[in-house]
């Protein structure tokens, strides 16, 4: 795995389920996801079990609608000994016009590597 590059994690379709009173996805669905894509990239990094730690400011600057696909874009921003911190953008392809994808927010994940007691534990890659 090229630690510089950019990966696509997850790619979803929203659905109406996943929406607010106001017809938006809810904020927290997309974070969860987010969450999810950082996991899985720190797993690409080291076959471990982590945990995310550290959650950094996600400014949402879009809104996501239902139908749109929204694909999970994560990087590798800095491998520490038990930590990777994970960069994660998030892109809504809009269902009503497929050439327009707009970006909704990034974030960074800080994700830890833990044991059997779950306690923090040496990343080996």
């Known amino acids: 795995m090229n630690r510089n590059s950019r990966f696509l994690a997850i790619r979803t379709v929203m659905l109406p389920r996943d929406t607010n009173y106001m ?12 969450d999810l894509a950082a996991a899985q990239h ?4 080291a076959n471990q079990k982590f945990v995310t730690k550290l959650f950094k400011e996600a400014n949402f600057v ?9 694909n999970f874009y994560t990087e590798t921003v800095k491998i520490g000994n038990t930590s990777v911190m994970v960069r994660v953008t998030v892109e809504a392809q809009r269902h009503n016009n497929s050439s327009q ?10 994700m830890v590597a833990v044991d059997e007691n779950n306690r923090p534990t040496k990343i080996i890659n």
């Open 23 to 34: 017809g938006h996805i809810f904020g927290g669905h997309i974070l969860s996801l987010v």
């Open 42 to 45: 720190a797993t690409l990094i």
């Open 62 to 70: 879009a809104p996501v609608f239902v139908g749109d696909a929204v």
């Open 101 to 110: 994808v707009d970006q909704v927010t990034t974030a960074e994940v800080l």
